[in-house]
């Protein structure tokens, strides 16, 4: 088994380059599917090793890059899901081992992949000349008192803070 220091340094380093291209591809270079999918058979392998990359077991930091890097991984929904249970198994044995948003933000994440409606408010849509629009909602009623079971922000400050994030392509 790898070191855990050295698993924590590989997914902060994978983070780093999906980060570095998102950013590119926000500012009009091509959008690198390859490397969401390098970095999904990186992440398997780990997962395949020591289990879900729990706060405990790598760090803060690196627990949730492997969540951000799974919430990316939008070619593998079967991961997706697969991942989605190991975070909520990590939950509900141990909540400080997992941060509960993003259990919330992967749940609302493969909803939408899957055409149907988010249950946290997570999502947005891009459309072609990048504007943003919350992903349909399941239940917007209780949306609010969800978020805040779950370590989320209230809606409308989501929404909020959203606006200010302006993409370059849909």
């Not at 943003?132 to 978020?147: E, I, M």
Request: glycine share 4%.
């Amino acid at each position: 088994m790898a070191k855990l220091k050295d698993i924590s340094k590989q997914i902060n380093k994978m983070v780093a380059l999906d980060l570095e291209m998102r950013k590119k591809a926000d500012k009009g270079k091509v959008f690198d599917l390859k490397l969401d999918k390098e970095n999904t058979i990186k992440l398997k392998s780990i997962i395949q090793e020591i289990g879900w990359p729990t706060i405990s077991l790598v760090g803060k930091k690196a627990s949730w890059g492997a969540w951000l890097l799974v919430q990316h991984a939008d070619h593998d929904v079967k991961f997706q899901k697969k991942c989605l249970s190991l975070m909520k198994r990590v939950y509900l044995n141990n909540k400080k081992n997992i941060l509960p948003a993003n259990i919330a933000f992967l749940e609302d994440r493969i909803l939408i992949s899957e055409r149907k409606k988010q249950k946290f408010g997570s999502q947005f849509k891009v459309d072609k000349r990048g504007n943003l629009s919350l992903a349909p909602l399941n239940n917007p009623k209780n949306v609010d008192k969800l978020r805040k079971e779950w370590g989320l922000p209230p809606l409308q400050d989501y929404l909020d803070s959203a606006k200010q994030y302006k993409p370059k392509r849909a």
